[in-house]
């Protein structure tokens, strides 16, 4: 009764403020609404002002919600300055308050400048906006509050903005090696402070940055030996995960280098994380970086021997957007992740996610996210020498068994697999797709047959003659399909039998692709009944197999509409720095095949390689299976493994790598991405739920 009492007194002062004119200097009246009687959790503020009180509040009594933040903000400021004195659970629901009811005020645009005015009855200038963070920082590292007593510092402290950045940080990690103890309520404080902060306004420094950096060193309960028994999760409250959570996604946030309007003048024109973030540079700093992010995307790999017996963690999305920005904004993290062979470990989740969410029109984006981040670390040649390693086969990724393979040959089945079978909004990726193979492909030692059966199926798929027609650009699919077999040829020929042997068993492919017609009138016969699109399962179950008589189709279907949080996919000529082979401009609506178009790209071809391997080792194969009766491929791979090519083939071509470079379109990609995870993963509590701000776009087409 005592709680649904209090719960009532709360309700009434929100009637009261949306309905009656305040009086600032009543303090009883105010202390109803961060009272620890009156609200014991989150969800309590956003069941007990509802969104029509807020707007209501907002549009017919603007001095009381005015009051109301100052008053707030005031009581978070009382707490910063005494803070021996603090009282823990009315400061965090100041906070929650304060949260419930921005959204709505960012809503109206004559409320946005709010926060940017000054201080109500002081002579300070600084602007509200700025109170707020710098209360909010200082409390992110109060002494027994948000961060635990050292043993060797002070028992508490009278100001926390003179605090030693070193002394106190959450935990143990980049720049600090000792780790504090933390409790329940210091987690707590820390999450709901955090979203509340963004990098432009916050007091940056060191500490900050370093301590949302020390949430990847989160291990979820897991029933190992020595640490709990099986489904532990089920039984004990986990607080650490909705911190480590929220510290990703802000810090993910304030890592964004153009949030800032371009217009803005409040001095801070400079991204002082992206900063310190592209400053870090000791090997330990990275190893512990490194390692706190593969232990967590590895979280939904592992399996205990009882099903569901492990905590599964759900913000790999933001680990990966955090892992690009890493890599993106610190070379040298990339260059430490590249060279050892962690880079493996890394590779496999992600791999897994793109196999995983293939045909999950909601997981788009996780798609994009981790083809992207292959592709960048594709372009530094220890990726590609990396991938020859063994893969043993322990993740539960749905593909073919890569029995004894590499993980080179793991990276082609998954990338096959999505071609194939994914859902068709994948389609925009296969440039990208096909890129991170040409990359990669000098240094593939040895591919497997499954492997080599899987490149070579897709230049049969992709050099249909109504394909190659149908598109300006669908040709550079071949032409980089064409430049993975020139490089394993010509550098890598002595340990790929397999893929020469497939080559050799497929090489109708590759002459009906030198012996294309281009005349008017066979581009006219190819293009024939194909005007209309046909349903893509047909397309799907063509391309599954590599023996398939006729053309698969790979055409554009409509998406559904109102498909959340995406922008256009960048296309591959933007986000590298080499353009494809052919300089052919993007597909236009009136765009019609000509016989000079598609006779200037065949032209280009690079078929000169392939074709003198043909003509070296096919007669060479056809004598050996006659003179002993050659029936089992074994045998003729044994064959291959003990032939040559030195002075045979042409001069060998230049080794091209086509790195990632950012440019307005990716990063207006990853700003969208980001936003549209943030969004979708806080909905407990709905911050953004039934408010008008845009934090991405929705595609209806």
Known sequence: MGQTGSKTNFRQAVIDLTSKPSKPGDDLFWEQLWSTENVQKASDIYVLIPTTDIRQLRDENPNNLATLCFKAIEKLQEARDNPSTIKQTKVINCVRLLTRILPYMFEDSEWRGYFWSTIPNSDSQIPLASCLLGVLSDLLFCLGFTISKNENGPEKVDDLAQIDSCE?????????????????????????????????????????????????????????????????????????????????????????????????????????????????????????????????????????????????????????????KCCEYNQKFLMYVLKTSDVLELLVPILYHICDARNDQSRVGLVHMCVFIILLMSGERNFGVRLNKTYLGKAPIDIQAVNGGSHADLLILVFHKLITTGNHRMQSLFDCLLTVVVNVSPYLKSLSMAAANKLVHLVEAFSTPWFLFSSPTNHHLVFFLLEVFNNIIQYQFDGNSNLIYTIIRKRQVFYQLGNLTTDAGSIAKSLAGRKTKGARSDIVEQLKSPTASNAPELIDVPAPPAVAGLAATPLIATMTEKLPTDSTPTAAEDWVASSEWAEAWKAKLPLQTIMRLLQVLVPQVEKICIDKGLTDETEIIKFLQHGTLVGLLPVPHPILIRKYQANAGTNHWFRTYMWGVIYLRNVDPPIWYDTSVKLFEINKT
């Open 168 to 324: 106190y940080i959450w935990e143990a990690g980049v720049g600090c090696a000792t780790r504090p103890s933390s409790t329940a309520q210091m987690d707590q404080m820390s999450n709901v402070s955090d979203g509340q902060c963004t990098s432009q306004q916050l007091k940056t420094d060191t500490s900050f940055l370093y301590s949302l950096l020390f949430s990847i060193q989160y291990a979820p309960m897991i029933p190992a030996m020595g640490m709990g028994m099986p489904y532990n999760y089920l039984l004990f409250s986990d607080t650490r995960e909705p911190l480590v959570e929220a510290s990703l996604q802000l810090l993910i946030a304030c890592l964004d280098r153009d949030s800032a309007p371009k217009t803005d003048d409040s001095g801070y024109a400079d991204n002082f994380f992206i900063h310190f973030l592209s400053r870090i540079h000791r090997d330990e700093d990275f190893e512990f970086m490194l390692k706190g992010i593969t232990r967590l995307l590895q979280n939904p790999l592992q399996n205990g021997y009882l099903p569901n017996s492990q905590k599964k963690v759900c913000f790999h999305q933001e680990l990966l957007v955090l892992l690009w």
